[in-house]
């Protein structure tokens, strides 16, 4: 079983606060991905991380910043959160040594921003 | 640039009935391909990892083939049960960056 997390999973708040969704894991995999799910469709990679102090914008443009200053911490934050926000945030991460690409996801968070 | 197709796009069956879900990709260079399970409402599952010099693995009822010649992958499910219900997304993955289908939404019937 994956030991991937993420907090919170359900959020309801409104246009203009900051968030920030937590993503941890432990199993000391060096990769961490943050995606974007709207309901019935695709996952879409909005951040990527090689490691500690390594991040990359994925390919869906993304109001979303991240940081990686501890291996198993990759949060994600909103600075002024709008309607169009509203998704499913879905924490990944990897192994690039044992099983190359392997991705284990987390329980997501479902934001809602009214 | 990758595009990963999942057909059909949703599948009802009668329990106990064999089935296959079918995934393609525009680009055979890839590193390796993935077929995950997502709840409603929740993350994904992982089910199956093909490496992608493998041709297929297997796990329990699952049967999961690679084809990368013509961009083909099958997952095969065994005698399926209600619990089997759910999304079944395949993902791509080749460089960098992993490309996911829209999946196949499964309802096995009791």
């Known amino acids: 079983e994956a030991d991937i997390y993420q907090t919170p999973r359900y959020l309801v708040i409104g246009t203009g606060k900051k968030i920030t969704l937590e993503c941890s894991q432990t199993?000391?995999?060096?990769?961490m991905y943050w995606y974007q799910q709207d309901p019935g469709m695709e996952l879409h990679l909005i951040h990527y991380?090689?490691?500690?102090?390594?991040?990359e914008k994925g390919d869906l443009s993304s109001e979303s910043t991240v940081s990686r200053i501890r291996t198993e911490h990759f949060p994600l934050t909103l600075e002024s959160a709008r309607p169009s926000h509203t998704s499913q945030y879905l924490c990944a991460s990897s192994d690039s040594g044992t099983s190359p690409n392997e991705q284990y996801f987390g329980p997501g968070t479902r934001l809602t921003v009214t | 640039k990758q595009e990963v197709t999942q057909i059909p796009a949703a599948l009802s069956v009668p329990e106990g009935e064999n089935l296959v879900l079918n995934c393609s990709f525009t680009?055979?260079?890839?590193?390796?391909l993935q077929w995950f399970r997502q709840d409603p409402g929740k993350g994904l599952t992982s089910l199956l990892l093909i490496q992608s010099s493998q041709r297929e693995q297997t796990s329990g009822r699952l049967n999961a083939s690679l084809d990368k010649s013509s961009g083909r992958s099958t997952l095969y499910i065994a005698a399926s049960q209600p619990g089997d219900s759910a999304t079944y997304l395949c993902?791509?993955?080749?460089?960098?960056?992993?490309?996911f289908g829209a999946g196949t939404r499964l309802f096995v019937k009791a």
């Open positions: 991380s090689y490691g500690v102090n390594s991040t």
């Open positions: 993902a791509v993955m080749g460089g960098f960056k992993t490309i």
């Open positions: 199993m000391g995999h060096d990769k």
């Open positions: 680009d055979s260079a890839i590193y390796n």
